[in-house]
């Protein structure tokens, strides 16, 4: 609750948390194409005899972000002494940054650069560096975990052999 007096300004809070069918529920005020929602509000006031009128306005936008090899990074073979880089394209889908961080990575992996961490600004894409050094000459079947700050949770199979280097 508040008061205004003549000539003065007001500001309200609005909390607005759409739904995947924001733009279904509002069809009436949506444009589908472009993702906004405009919709009119009339605020009475008490002892006013004229509402007031506004627009609220909403651009719905995805969370998601998008990796080119999502089904998996196949490294073959490598050295036990060495290590085998790929690199991997995350691109972001939505029209607001996000920041990403590949997290949990198992000691065979690095990603670099940033240690795995970083900014996509709207609909950016990145390259960063996938690396394999194997620890023990066995079979690896392991998970490269990347969260962003909207809650995407992404996991990448990752598949590589260790050997051991010829005497």
Same mark, same amino acid.
């Given at each position: 609750?508040?008061?205004?007096?003549?000539?003065?300004?007001?500001?309200?809070?609005?909390?607005?948390?759409?739904?995947?069918?924001?733009?279904?529920?509002?069809?009436?005020? =949506?444009?589908?194409?472009?993702?906004?929602?405009?919709?009119?509000?009339? #605020?009475?006031? *008490?002892? /006013?005899?004229?509402? &007031?009128?506004?627009?609220?306005?909403?651009?719905?936008?995805?969370?998601?972000?998008?990796?080119?090899?999502?089904?998996?990074?196949?490294?073959?073979?490598?050295?036990?002494?060495?290590?085998?880089?790929?690199?991997?394209?995350?691109?972001?889908?939505?029209?607001?940054?996000?920041?990403?961080?590949?997290?949990?990575? =198992?000691?065979?992996?690095?990603?670099?650069?940033?240690?795995?961490?970083? #900014?996509?600004? *709207?609909? /950016?894409?990145?390259? &960063?560096?996938?690396?394999?050094?194997?620890?023990?000459?066995?079979?690896?079947?392991?998970?490269?975990?990347?969260?962003?700050?909207?809650?995407?949770?992404?996991?990448?199979?990752?598949?590589?052999?260790?050997?051991?280097?010829?005497?």
């Amino acid at each position: 609750m508040g008061f205004v007096q003549s000539g003065e300004e007001f500001e309200v809070g609005v909390k607005f948390r759409p739904t995947p069918d924001a733009l279904a529920q509002c069809a009436p005020y =949506a444009i589908p194409e472009t993702g906004v929602i405009a919709v009119p509000v009339r #605020v009475y006031v *008490p002892q /006013q005899v004229i509402p &007031v009128y506004f627009t609220l306005r909403a651009q719905l936008t995805s969370g998601e972000v998008s990796l080119d090899k999502a089904d998996g990074l196949e490294f073959g073979s490598c050295l036990v002494t060495e290590s085998v880089a790929q690199k991997l394209t995350l691109t972001n889908l939505s029209a607001l940054p996000q920041k990403f961080g590949f997290v949990e990575l =198992a000691p065979e992996l690095e990603v670099q650069p940033s240690d795995g961490f970083g #900014v996509l600004l *709207p609909h /950016q894409s990145k390259v &960063v560096d996938v690396m394999f050094k194997p620890r023990s000459s066995i079979a690896y079947h392991l998970n490269l975990t990347m969260k962003t700050t909207m809650g995407g949770v992404y996991r990448i199979p990752i598949f590589g052999q260790g050997l051991e280097p010829p005497l």
